[in-house]
């Protein structure tokens, strides 16, 4: 499954990483960690977004690989994370 709570950590920390100019030449390059970051952002905002718009609610968890949402419904705190990942 995929929950929010968990890929907001990942998206955070990578995006900490980006802005801190000492791994600027690190075994990953700058690039790469920026597609990365971009896949995984644009990815989970287009399956919340999907299910939203088909079932009318936010999702506790989604379906790695169908997108469907699963768990709890109205899981405000998954909304609320989202919206910190879209600005």
């Known amino acids: 499954d995929i929950f929010v709570h968990f890929n907001y950590l990942i998206l955070r ?5 980006l802005l801190d100019k000492r791994y600027s030449s690190s075994f990953f390059s700058y690039t790469m960690i920026r597609t990365v970051y971009g896949e995984i952002r644009e990815g989970l905002i287009k399956t919340i977004l999907d299910q939203m718009t ?14 469907i949402g699963r768990g709890k419904r109205d899981t405000f705190w998954s909304a609320s994370l989202i919206l910190l990942i879209m600005k």
């Open 54 to 67: 088909e079932t009318g609610t936010v999702w506790e968890s989604y379906h790695g690989e169908t997108g």
């Open 13 to 17: 920390e990578i995006h900490n990483h």
